[in-house]
């Protein structure tokens, strides 16, 4: 880590700046030619690319079988089945609160309006494979998926060589009551989800986190109308700690972040010159007997450790980089925490890790990061749903509000916005002048 | 309007195609070169283009002086400041209901978790000028920004030839407090804003309408880490409409939406040949008395009246389709209202023109178009929120939560991950052994 000094203001875009996004051409264009391949031929391109990337054979099909998905269940250690059923149920609790009640609203007399949340009809999830099966992930879009009531979740996942899913990832789909399950991998599962395929249905929104090429393959879906959760890179944690946070807890936490990937941002921030030597010296204690060590050494040469003045001071530089995730190791957390304007997700106090957050709390951990948190929220129970609008205006409605909507569309110049009105108040006052009103039609509401 | 008798569910996919966008390279080029000249020239860059395309010199300056806007508000008439008024009131009343209230959970006991929402720091706005300034759009954005309490808000529209900004767009913006205005349009001003110049203030989200150019801009801000409202296309209606129906009225809807311009999509759904019937002689007469007949003629050839079986097919081909717009002129709105899954914003009954919602009933009328209703949300209070998750975890909290996270941790191969509880687990544990625990900075919470 390197340790910066109290920086003059000047420098604090440069200590925030993150390393550039790698936007190779040639991925792009990879992620091009793959998602022609499965939008031609289907099923067929598929199975190929699980062949030649995946090195698996999947002449049994592409999708998890009923007994696959069974037999998985077996596999998974009782110990970690109660572990990610207690994970699931904190998830679900929190997100739950998340649901609004519909709330009918008269503007004016007659005029109502009201919002209901729909959920997305057809939502993709993307959970990758490899050594270690990111089924904490399955279970943050998983749970909000279910509460929200998406009708149809598929889930595409690359097949391990012998052709079959990691059984923690199909004990999780399990628990989600998710049967949809896909043996595709990389970009040619994006491909797959945003247009589908004999094997597999197309849907509104993918979700999930990846390499470089699913990430442009999600951004190359957008242009066939695909939805996605959220741009995505490499994953961040800013730390900010005062005179009375623990270095030993304040390492590991940056630890845990730096053994994510060599890509991984980490800053710490603190007003005591002390905890920040501290912490560096724990870094490097705890890093010996960490298995990922070489992974969170590459992610260590680019962080930071700064010094500066006050709490004020520390708040401010954490607004202005906006981290994925804010981990306030202070006395006063909640204090602190009103004044955070730009984050994903934050964590108070000294007993409360990020990875608390990234599995069990209950909070979701796909967030925004590259800065994204100035903009964008993190995935929530509203990732799954649309809201739409609603209105119903009677006969005393339209008397109040029809002269207005008249007034202003005359002025943007839009006439036959105003004759939709100006023809129905017409009708209205006719049926009220005679004595037949209730039965023309103009009289309805 | 072409007419489609009971069309076999094969041709509806056809039926329910958009014209093609017009993604012409040359806009994207073009765009492309001005984003460069604004972001290396500044100001004098939007001074020239100012110059070139609205004709205008911008010697006094971009931004709208105090007593430009204190003069504005002499010229609108009083007729049209009521009006305005009155609807600023109606939006602000539905959009104050989607506020949410700060609810705290306790996942496990001792684990707290919340989420707040925190406004967008920095938003801009872009209203197009020309001949008919859409000030409605103003307030459809004003106001939520206002309600979210965005601390900075900043509005683009273009410069008349004279270098004035048209008067109700400045009394508009002066009822909703926005005093940043810029005098910039087209691409040049979405560039200005997505990096901010010697006179614009850079921001974070961007909203608004506008024509290719301007689509193209927005779309190229995101690459700059720019949030946009949503993906842009041409509007649409889609009318289902029983016998109970008024031709009358339908016209006049199908024309209110078909005068905005020549790409503008509409769809009529009848379980009625006589009210298709009866509506398109209606669409005919109605057209000759409006002055924008030209654009809507245009927009009506490519337009369909279709004939369907049922209410229940009517409201599956509109599900498809997702339209901007669905008016429901049917007996029983309600009831078919329950069954819609995708739409931007839904009108009820013979009484509720779309015109309402465009102006003044209180919902927003920015809304997905081009088939994203099936995935997006029209701009709401939350569009210009960020909702940030927050934490709090208690030794008595970790001791429920930690092993969970420790075993799913382990798991999926992230040591350090684990470690960061187990740390703090081991120094909860000591603490509570020793009669000095309450000392230790690890029995903090």
């Excluded at 499965?38 to 099909?61: H, K, N, W």
Aim: some cysteine; proline content about 6%.
């Amino acid at each position: 880590m390197q340790l910066i000094q109290y920086p003059a203001q000047q420098q604090w875009a440069a200590l925030q700046q993150r390393a550039a996004a790698q936007q190779a051409q040639d991925v792009e264009q990879r992620v091009q030619q793959i998602f022609e391949a499965v939008r031609q031929r289907g099923d067929a391109a598929l199975l190929e690319y699980a062949q030649r990337f995946d090195g698996a054979d999947l002449a049994s099909g592409l999708r998890v079988s009923p007994e696959e998905l069974a037999a998985a269940v077996t596999q998974v250690p009782s110990e970690l089945q109660t572990a990610i059923r207690q994970a699931h149920a904190n998830i679900w609790k929190f997100h739950a609160t998340q649901r609004e009640e519909e709330k009918q609203v008269e503007t004016m007399p007659g005029v109502s309006c009201w919002r209901r949340a729909v959920p997305v009809q057809r939502v993709g999830l993307y959970i990758p494979g490899g050594t270690a099966p990111l089924f904490s992930t399955l279970l943050m879009l998983g749970v909000p998926a279910r509460l929200a009531g998406c009708p149809e979740v598929v889930l595409c996942t690359p097949p391990q060589p012998d052709g079959s899913v990691n059984p923690v990832i199909l004990f999780t789909a399990h628990l989600l009551g998710i049967d949809t399950i896909i043996k595709a991998g990389g970009a040619q599962a994006i491909a797959a989800l945003s247009g589908g395929t004999e094997s597999v249905p197309g849907v509104d929104k993918i979700f999930g986190p990846g390499n470089r090429y699913v990430t442009a393959a999600k951004q190359l879906a957008t242009r066939y109308g695909v939805a996605i959760d959220m741009p995505a890179g490499p994953s961040e944690v800013l730390v900010i700690a005062d005179e009375s946070a623990n270095p030993v807890f304040v390492a590991a936490d940056l630890l845990s972040q730096a053994e994510h990937g060599p890509d991984s941002q980490v800053i710490l921030l603190s007003d005591s010159l002390t905890v920040l030597e501290q912490t560096q010296a724990e870094v490097q204690r705890q890093l010996a007997a960490l298995p990922r060590a070489a992974v969170a050494t590459q992610a260590l040469t680019e962080s930071r450790a700064i010094l500066l003045r006050t709490p004020e001071e520390m708040l401010y530089f954490s607004n202005q980089y906006a981290p994925e995730h804010l981990i306030l190791a202070v006395r006063n957390p909640e204090e602190l925490a009103e004044g955070v304007t730009s984050a994903g997700s934050v964590f108070l106090g000294h007993l409360t890790p990020e990875a608390a957050g990234d599995y069990a709390s209950g909070t979701n951990h796909t967030l925004p990061t590259n800065g994204y948190a100035r903009n964008y929220s993190g995935v929530s129970l509203d990732s799954f749903f649309k809201k739409i609008t609603f209105q119903r205006i009677t006969a005393e409605g339209l008397l109040h509000v029809g002269p207005v909507v008249e007034i202003m569309a005359e002025a943007e110049g839009l006439q036959a916005h105003a004759r939709a009105v100006t023809l129905r108040l017409d009708a209205i006052h006719s049926a009220s002048s005679t004595p037949t009103a209730s039965a023309r039609p103009a009289a309805h509401s």
